[in-house]
């Protein structure tokens, strides 16, 4: 990650699987780091103690996310969480708010989750403060999770559509970087280094971790409530990729491993 001017950085969301990466390079990189979450008494549904948290901050990094993915519950989370937020860094004088989000989002529309985020967008870009949003695609971790949702029984049925995951790690990467740079005020895609198809890359994965599903391929197969396009999950030809492939990945993680 590039040096840049020391400056203080508030992560929300600072103990999850992106937020507590981001924190670790942010400190190793010399930045003052505040990891928030309702475990360090910030919370950002009520409002507590992000005024603390904010105090003489010059960036903030929103890398939560809700507990819930039922329709009403996520769109509950990601507007009442982003408005406590915008409006306590308005107070504060927070010069840049960096959200991560997902590429093909504005696509997704059918989805409950999908919309939420959507929403959480809106309300950045219509906010006072200068932002930048992360489109990153689906990490290699989040794969599972993916197979999961798509599961009846002892099958996955999932579309044969293209994705371009990416490691955890790059993404805290890309984060990082966005948020020690200026604000773009717009969306930067961000995506890992190979294109697969999404009934492939399952199918292997759950074979790596030795899970008996079988995985049926389905071009109508609904991801997370919406149906997929060839080119949903794929960014546009200016996203910057990242460096960490799937075989390796794999290797590092010990998928394998039962």
């Known amino acids: 990650m590039q040096r840049w001017l020391i400056i203080r950085i508030v992560v929300i969301g600072g103990s999850g699987l992106i937020g507590s990466k981001l924190v670790r390079k942010?400190?190793?990189?010399?930045?003052?780091?505040?990891?928030?979450?309702?475990?360090?008494?910030?919370?950002?549904?009520?409002?507590?103690?992000?005024?603390?948290?904010?105090?003489?901050?010059?960036?903030?990094?929103?890398?939560?996310?809700?507990?819930?993915?039922?329709?009403?519950?996520?769109?509950k989370f990601f507007e009442t969480s982003t408005s406590n937020l915008l409006d306590a860094?308005?107070?504060?004088?927070?010069?840049?708010?960096?959200?991560?989000?997902?590429?093909?989002?504005?696509?997704?529309?059918?989805?409950?989750?999908?919309?939420?985020?959507?929403?959480?967008?809106?309300?950045?870009?219509?906010?006072?403060?200068?932002y930048?949003?992360?489109?990153?695609t689906q990490f290699f971790e989040f794969i599972k999770r993916i197979a999961d949702d798509a599961t009846d029984g002892n099958t996955?049925?999932?579309?044969?559509?293209?994705?371009?995951?990416?490691?955890?790690?790059?993404?805290?990467?890309a984060v990082g970087r966005i948020s020690v740079g200026s604000p773009v005020n717009g969306i930067v895609e961000v995506a890992g280094p190979q294109q697969f198809r999404l009934d492939e890359l399952i199918r292997r994965v759950l074979r790596e971790r030795r899970d008996p599903r079988e995985v049926i391929t389905d071009p109508h197969a609904r991801y997370f409530g919406a149906e997929l396009d060839e080119r949903t999950l794929v960014p546009g030809d200016d996203a910057r990729l990242a460096e960490t492939r799937f075989d390796d990945w794999l290797s590092q993680a010990g998928v394998s491993t039962p």
């Open 26 to 75: 942010l400190l190793e990189h010399g930045h003052q780091v505040v990891p928030a979450s309702p475990d360090s008494g910030v919370n950002t549904l009520t409002g507590e103690g992000l005024a603390e948290a904010l105090d003489s901050a010059a960036v903030v990094v929103d890398v939560s996310n809700s507990p819930s993915f039922e329709d009403a519950a996520v769109l």
């Open 89 to 130: 860094e308005a107070a504060a004088g927070v010069g840049h708010h960096v959200a991560l989000s997902v590429v093909g989002t504005e696509r997704l529309s059918e989805s409950g989750y999908f919309r939420a985020k959507i929403a959480q967008e809106k309300l950045i870009k219509r906010s006072s403060i200068q």
């Open 132 to 136: 930048s949003i992360v489109h990153a």
């Open 156 to 173: 996955v049925r999932v579309a044969p559509v293209l994705i371009q995951p990416m490691a955890a790690e790059d993404v805290a990467s």
